[in-house]
């Protein structure tokens, strides 16, 4: 997997019917550390837009 593997990449292939953690973790292991943080970084970003949005609803 390139450096240029997206957080929506790894998404697609956690998606994928039959797909083994062996295989993610593999993917995931090709990535160097700065580009995993910012993966994580953009994730929790996303999830806190999400439950942001969540709370409004709720209000």
């Given at each position: ?58 209000e």
């Amino acid at each position: 997997m390139s450096a240029t593997t997206s957080l929506r990449d790894l998404v697609d292939l956690a998606n994928e019917p039959d797909v083994s953690r062996a295989k993610i973790e593999a993917k995931i292991k090709e990535l160097d550390r700065e580009t995993i943080e910012g993966m994580l970084i953009k994730a929790v970003y996303i999830v806190s837009i999400y439950m942001d949005g969540k709370e409004e609803e709720e209000e």
